[in-house]
């Protein structure tokens, strides 16, 4: 079993390390052109906000479909499991017209809201209407990428992943420093990755999975009754995300509020729980793909072993982070800031970040088993209310507090989901995830 965990989390843990890399390429790459200009630099951090917000709200798709192709594989049923690969395509197709059709109004409703001078609002528009039109390749891995990890295949996202981050590299480089195309050159060298990566996919899928594709019907794609469950299953799980969106959203305007400083501070101390959550999440995937299998299988002996394997696993890691954090924060802080104001403010916060992984872990983890049982309706409502606390706690606490109240309140949203979570699932019981009638 344990090989079975690692066989699925190390290429998910690899995927999504590749995706801040890309980050810093890309954020290189505008400091190296007209002098390293911060205007430059800004336009394509509100650029890449923009798309980071669209994109997570979005990823709903790859949570549902996953879960759903991981119970009809463990199920055997080929006809189901071939149809959810038709209905989350058509379903990402939708999703991706209708942001190219109302590419205008999404991205003037964006930059109301994002702040910044004339000139970095110009080179932020440059950048978001060129990769608007890489919309339908990126919404479409999320369907394509959701449905192999329910096939239990792992490996097939991450070779994709790395074959899209380095077309996407040396696009925006050619564009950039070849062609002299500005913040649009890195634009669209993220346009001819992620449609590169879409197209590698769709000849691998139907090269490795031919048996189950030949088996895909658009009259069976469109049933009623699946079809229904689809869309409510993933509209619980956008619901989920987009309370998730919002805390991290609010974290940061609260943020500001407190001055520039306490505002870079916390973004820096973000980035240390990201870079948990970037490992974390590799065994979540995992955890997607073994519970929707077993849960298939009827197999109650193999999820129950899982689920406690995987619990052993995602607290090594939670142990781990603590112990770099504790050892090292000043060192990987210093990777993204060498100010010294900045570090000092760091220090008084460090506490908070020490907690992340503990609290974390195990709510991060029944995230992931809920996918895969398909119980998206419990992560929609325990992260519903687990956001109203987070409001509870810093309004109420804000005053006193300052910005303590605002990581008071995002480790009470954390503690509360991971509260809400056992009591909805009965202490994640087996027979609970089990019972198809409840999802």
């Not at 299988?297 to 394997?309: D, I, P």
Request: glycine share 10%; proline share 2%.
């Amino acid at each position: 079993m344990n090989k079975e965990i690692l066989r699925l989390a190390i290429p998910n843990i690899i995927s999504n390390v590749t995706i801040p890399l890309l980050g810093m390429i890309d954020i290189a790459i505008a400091g190296r052109m007209d002098g390293g200009s911060d205007a430059t630099i800004g336009a394509l951090a509100i650029g890449t906000a923009i798309f980071n917000f669209i994109y997570w709200n979005f990823a709903f798709l790859r949570m549902g479909t996953s879960g759903l192709t991981a119970q009809a594989y463990g199920a055997g049923d080929k006809s189901e499991t071939a149809n959810l690969l038709g209905r989350s395509m058509i379903a990402a197709l939708g999703i991706a017209l209708l942001l190219v059709v109302f590419n205008r109004p999404i991205g003037r409703l964006a930059f109301m809201i994002m702040e910044g001078s004339p000139e970095v609002m110009a080179l932020a528009a440059d950048y978001f209407f060129v990769r608007i039109w890489a919309a339908p390749a990126a919404i479409g891995i999320f369907s394509l990428h959701g449905w192999l990890i329910g096939m239990q295949d792992s490996t097939t996202p991450m070779v994709v992943s790395i074959i899209n981050n380095l077309i996407n590299i040396g696009c925006s480089l050619w564009f950039v420093f070849g062609l002299d195309m500005g913040v649009a050159g890195i634009a669209w060298g993220t346009v001819a990755g992620q449609y590169a990566a879409l197209i590698i996919t769709l000849v691998f899928i139907a090269l490795r999975y031919h048996d189950y594709v030949a088996q895909i019907s658009l009259r069976k794609s469109f049933e009623m009754s699946p079809l229904v469950r689809f869309f409510r299953i993933n509209s619980d799980a956008f619901l989920r995300t987009l309370c998730v969106c919002t805390v991290y959203t609010c974290f940061t305007a609260f943020s500001a509020r407190f001055g520039d400083t306490i505002l870079a501070t916390n973004e820096l101390l973000m980035n240390l729980f990201m870079l948990f959550s970037y490992m974390l999440d590799g065994f979540c995937y995992a955890a997607e793909s073994l519970t929707g299998r077993y849960i298939g299988e009827r197999n109650r002996t193999g999820l129950a072993k899982c689920m406690k394997l995987l619990l052993l696993w995602c607290g090594a890691v939670a142990v781990l982070f603590v112990v770099i954090y504790i050892f090292g924060w000043r060192q990987v802080l210093g990777i993204f800031s060498k100010s010294p104001t900045i570090l000092a403010c760091a220090g008084e916060y460090i506490v908070w970040i020490l907690l992340v992984p503990l609290l974390g872990f195990i709510p991060f983890l029944i995230d992931g088993i809920l996918i895969g049982a398909t119980k998206t309706r419990i992560m929609r409502n325990t992260t519903f209310w687990s956001l109203v606390g987070f409001f509870a706690l810093f309004f109420g606490l804000e005053g006193v507090m300052g910005n303590n109240a605002l990581w008071l309140a995002y480790i009470g949203f954390i503690v509360i989901r991971f509260v809400l979570m056992l009591v909805a699932t009965k202490g994640v019981s087996v027979d609970l995830l089990m019972d198809n009638s409840k999802n």
